[in-house]
């Protein structure tokens, strides 16, 4: 699999740029959920873009403070536009694990897989339900049958399938969004 991404990559100039837009629009150091709503014109109607960004908040919410400070904001940047392929994996093994437990459940997957299943529809030609994909998932990632996904088993399966590496990082093209909604933040 090696280390290739299929997302694009901001330059450094492009992400001071969202750097600066995080000053001016948060003079008080603090990026609130419905902030980060506004600064990516998420509509209240679009359910799946609004759990994905929920989601996305509170993953990188390190202090869980229901604010994302600058650092934590630097961090989400970096990790979303410029972050290796292991660093996105564990970042979207952390995203599922909502119990935080270190194990996938199916119904964790499930979840998220609906989500993510309903922003890539509009984008890609995906012929299987989200129950299709999560078993096909654990069909291929449960190595022990436990109906658990280890972190290690996900980190294997991910890079042993590329399918399975497509459906597990995450990749609903957040470097595309963020680059598409830059202009509006500046």
Known sequence: ??????HNEMDLEQIQELCMAF?????SGALHLHELKRIFCIPASCE??????E????????????????MEYTAALHLILRGNLE???KWSFKIYDKDGNGKLDREEVKNLIRIIYKIKIHTTA?????????????????????GQISFTEFMEGAQKDEWVMNMLKLDVNASGWVMQNCVKMT
Not at 48 to 53: G, Q, R
């Open 87 to 89: 660093d996105r994996l």
């Open 23 to 27: 000053m001016k629009e948060c003079p």
């Open 1 to 6: 699999m090696g280390q290739a991404e299929s």
């Open 55 to 70: 989601t996305v908040f509170h993953s990188f919410d390190t202090n869980r403070d229901n604010a994302l400070d600058f």
């Open 48 to 53: 799946e873009e609004t759990l994905y960004i």
């Open 126 to 146: 995906i012929n299987m339900t989200p129950n299709e994909v999560c078993d096909r998932i654990f069909e291929l990632v449960d190595q022990n049958h436990d």
